[in-house]
């Protein structure tokens, strides 16, 4: 908790407003207080979602699998993700050919909160990057171009500097 104040988070029993809860993975402590407190907080600044918005999330995790091709985890944020859109993650543009939940359950569509894995992606995404559920795919993919376009010269340009030192 002090190393906290140094970054200006004070805990509730020190006067402030952090709400501070003692968790220990290993010895299994603290994770329903944990949850009971998460959801407290939800309930009392009343955070909520829309899901009739367009898609935006974070990307979790991804990976290539051998058998399924690109698969990303994503975890919605706000609107709701259906099979068949078209979604612009980072340098990627693709369709959702197929979602899963945590079960591994194939699902048509998934709202605010609801973590899926999907597959259809060209390209495996970076992790946490955000992705956006897009009407027009042709304007997406001209978007990943500029992308692709900017990260290469941004690349070029790191690696084309010289100083005197290295001239010398």
Partial sequence: KQELMNYGVVPEEWGGDAICVPVSAKKRIGIDNLLETVTLV???????ADPNRQAKG?????KLDK??????????QRGTVNVGDTVVAGNVVGHIRAMTDSRGRRIKKAGPSIPVEITGLPEVPESGDIF??????KLAKQLVEKR??????????????????DLF
């Fill in 42 to 48: 939800a309930d009392v600044l009343e955070l909520k």
């Fill in 58 to 62: 974070t990307i979790i995790e991804a």
């Fill in 67 to 76: 058998g399924k091709g690109p698969i990303a985890t994503l975890l919605v």
């Fill in 148 to 165: 692709k376009l900017k990260k290469r010269e941004d690349a070029l340009k790191a690696s084309s500097r010289v100083t005197l030192d």
């Fill in 132 to 137: 956006y559920v897009v009407e027009d795919e």
